[in-house]
């Protein structure tokens, strides 16, 4: 039996120990890894393989958590690790085929999404308004902190509501953090075991569309005539805004990094760019506002000709 045999069952051995693992408080850490193994074991195994290896695994697991938890419980996990299967063969198909990072991220990113609304749409059949259960446990938690609701200068019912009509901005949040980090710890482990997945190109070589300038544009302007907070228009501005912002974010730590590249410095610049970017909320917006003007006036190619 090959090594590569043996990989199989590592991964499959990681897969139970991560799914057992949401019994525990740790939960909130390893269902972020859990797509990890069962993208490796797909890579590495022929199709046959993996079915079988993901099949025992999950029957491992009900049985083992059933001795000890409520049958409801194993379930669930049941459901969880189904739930992650798609995404994780659309990845793992395109990894195969060698596919550049950006398209394994969107096929894997779309994929998760659709799941989720696909969720949605089918609790709601079946009598489970997850957007009202939301909105309810909110106002009971605003209700619990009455210090909170001191602090934040709104009505709290209108935070409720904008907080739900955003719920699309956390579901793309939610999917893309989620298969970018498997991506990035799944390219390694595979890496090491021989396999030739590429990567994403160098940061300082990421550049947005210049379209994504006058979406942004247009956003801005819009928010100051859209004053309906029940509309569809509203919603749209709600949700595309924050997206197109953290996309020129992410644009200006890219111009950071060419920067650097450019001028030989070390990456001191863009590290800070992105500390300040997670722990110092302005440093947003000034980032933003670089990532507009780098794709607006192309100031990169303005500082390589000096």
């Known amino acids: 039996m090959g090594s590569t045999d043996w990989r199989i069952y590592g991964w499959s051995v990681l897969f139970i120990v991560l799914l057992m693992s949401m019994a525990t408080p740790f939960m ?3 269902v972020g890894l859990m797509m990890v193994p069962v993208l490796c074991m797909y890579v590495k195994a022929s199709v046959k393989q993996f079915a079988a290896h993901f099949t025992i695994s999950l029957i491992v ?3 083992a958590t059933g001795m000890v938890l409520p049958g409801w419980f194993s379930a669930l996990l049941i459901a969880t690790a189904l739930f992650f299967l798609p995404p994780v063969i659309q990845m793992g198909n395109l990894y195969k085929k060698k596919a550049n990072a950006r ?12 799941e ?4 949605l749409v089918i609790g709601y059949w079946f009598g489970f308004n997850f957007i009202a259960k939301m909105k309810q446990y909110m106002r009971e938690s605003l209700e619990s902190l009455p210090s909170l609701k001191t602090m934040i200068p709104m009505d709290p019912d209108q935070i409720v509501q904008i907080t739900a009509q955003m719920l699309p901005v956390y579901m793309i949040g939610f999917s893309l953090f989620y298969v970018v980090v498997t991506h990035w710890i799944s390219r390694r482990l595979l890496m090491r075991t021989g396999e030739h997945i590429p990567g994403f190109k160098p940061a300082r070589e990421w550049m947005l569309p210049k379209a994504f300038v006058w979406l942004y544009l247009v956003s801005l302007l819009l928010e100051y005539f859209v004053s309906d907070t029940n509309s569809i228009l509203y919603m749209l501005l709600l949700n595309s805004s924050p997206l197109l912002s953290f996309a ?15 001028k030989k410095w070390n990456n001191a610049l863009p590290i800070t760019g992105i500390i300040l970017f997670i722990v110092f909320p302005p ?5 933003s506002l670089l990532g507009v003007f780098d794709v607006a006036f192309s100031i990169r190619n303005r500082t390589a000709k000096k």
């Open 283 to 287: 440093s947003y917006f000034i980032l």
């Open 116 to 119: 989720l609304l696909l969720s």
């Open 61 to 63: 697991v009900f049985f």
């Open 28 to 30: 909130f850490i390893t």
């Open 248 to 262: 020129f974010a992410i644009q200006g730590i890219a111009f950071l990094f060419y920067i650097a590249y450019q």
């Open 103 to 114: 398209t394994v991220i969107t096929a894997g990113t779309v994929t998760l999404l659709v």
